[in-house]
């Protein structure tokens, strides 16, 4: 059933045109409901289980100045028309405007609603319960136990976020929509004597509510299991320079935070991106290009042939840097006020296989899954390799472990010479300002000339 529909605009609109009468060049309402459930097992058990249900609005106001765009951004849960009032008041108050006293703008109403959720009504009734969670997650760490040897702790953890959420601005926009993101995650620590290994995969998607109920945990846990053996007894890599090959899917977490990050203006606005003036001009190697997808359904080619050709814009970062919006305004909830982000974003396929990438280099290192690391506000970066191998003579050679990969992007990305045909994608998290949200990222396997690699 839903709660947030067009019976809102008669709410809305007023609010919008006393924003609009107070002086504000824009006003943003953004209205939400969410039902979220996370799960986690461990061993034999599970452990907790928070389901968290609720409502909000965030109302954000913007007012021009010599120098440059301002805003003023409010969140409530308070969802009548006296506390949204209240909220617009607020955050009026914040750029020195006040309702009553009228500066001449106008408000010429909301457009018809843009319903982009109404295919969706039955994803939340159709995903699976606490119960189902539960015994899928204790599912998948059984299999662990049975597949793996020399396992000191195995978990599972699933978490689901539905939300139902409406946009009214001043402009006329006027959408609603249904988001419906699933995140699986398991896990394994062995040990064997003063050897050690620690492996983890995650699944997710934001379009299938059985996503969970279809799970195939026996090869997951297969696929994970062979990875801990393989690595518990892995020698440690060396450090110094090496090429370097990524593979696919996760590979991609490298590009999205090193490189990512600082096409999006929020960077642009803070002044922290080094490639703030760099539009049009080569920022990569020429076999790479760089492509942001998402809603409204729409295709930014941020990197095309290593030249820097688009960031991604929301409505400040259009109205503060003058690059034009890409649909990329994005929030964890009505708590935070939208910021320019990534949806999905991913290096585009190029025309090598991945055996032509590790047959092109004598020695090197290929990076088969990635870990954890840390970014740097302007793009230097450093992320474990969960699983490695050597590369010796243009063929794989002997797993290694300890291996991190350290650079930042403006060495890195002019050093991406090869690009392979297998483009495939993986789910994650990003944090920043405007919260925890949930992403796509992606690549095919790529070949880094030369990077840091420390070690041991």
């Keep these: 059933m839903s ?4 019976q809102w605009q008669g709410r809305l609109e007023p609010l919008l045109a006393a924003g609009r009468a107070a002086g504000a060049d824009l006003v943003e309402i953004f209205l939400e409901r969410f039902d979220r459930l996370s799960v986690l097992a461990e061993q034999e058990r599970v452990t907790s289980v928070n389901p968290s249900l609720g409502c909000g609005a965030g109302i954000r106001v913007f007012h ?26 607020q955050a009026l108050g914040m750029l020195n405007l006040q309702r009553g006293i009228s500066n001449g703008h106008s408000f010429a109403g909301l457009n018809p609603l843009s319903n982009y959720g109404s295919s969706k009504q039955n994803w939340l009734t159709q995903c699976p319960g606490v119960q189902t969670s539960a015994d899928r997650l204790l599912e998948g760490t059984a299999k662990l136990e049975q597949h793996g040897k020399h396992l000191q702790a195995r978990r599972g953890s699933y ?7 409406l946009v009214a601005a001043s402009d006329g926009t006027f959408s609603r929509d249904l988001r419906l993101h699933q995140t699986l995650g398991l896990s394994v620590l062995a040990a064997d004597g003063e050897h050690r290994s620690s492996v983890a995969r995650r699944f997710g998607s934001s379009d299938n509510p059985r996503d969970l109920i279809d799970w195939d945990a026996d090869a997951a846990a297969r696929d994970i299991s062979a990875s801990s053996a393989t690595m518990l007894y892995a020698d440690y890599i060396e450090a110094g320079s090496y090429p370097v090959v990524l593979a696919n899917r996760f590979g991609g977490v490298i590009f999205h935070e090193a490189c990512g990050h600082l096409l999006e203006t929020t960077q642009v606005e803070r002044g922290t991106t080094p490639f703030a003036d760099k539009m049009g001009e080569l920022i990569a190697h020429e076999s790479v290009t760089a492509i942001d997808e998402g809603f409204e359904p729409q295709r930014t080619t941020l990197i095309e042939n290593g030249i820097l050709k688009a960031f991604l814009s929301d409505r400040a970062g259009e109205l503060r840097t003058g690059h034009a919006r890409t649909g990329s305004g994005r929030r964890q909830g009505h708590s935070y006020a939208a910021a320019s982000r990534m949806r999905n974003t991913f290096i585009a396929a190029g025309p090598h296989s991945p055996a032509d990438l590790i047959s092109s280099i004598d020695r090197g290192l290929y990076c088969k899954v990635m870990g954890g690391g840390s970014v740097g506000p302007t793009g230097q970066f450093n992320f474990s390799v969960e699983e490695g191998y050597l590369i010796e003579n243009g063929a794989l050679g002997k797993p290694v472990k300890g291996a991190t990969l350290i650079g930042d992007a403006e060495t890195v990305m002019p050093r991406i010479s090869m690009c392979g045909n297998d483009l495939d ?12 949200i949930y992403v796509t990222v992606g690549q095919p396997h790529i070949k880094v000339d030369s990077i840091t690699v420390g070690g041991r």
């Design 64 to 89: 021009g100045a010599a120098d440059g765009y301002r805003d003023g951004f409010v969140s409530t849960t308070n969802l009548s028309d006296e506390g949204l009032m209240q909220a617009l008041d």
């Design 3 to 6: 709660f947030l529909d067009s």
């Design 425 to 436: 994608l993986a789910a994650g998290f990003c944090g920043s300002v405007s919260g925890s």
């Design 159 to 165: 978490s689901r976020d539905w939300q139902e959420m």
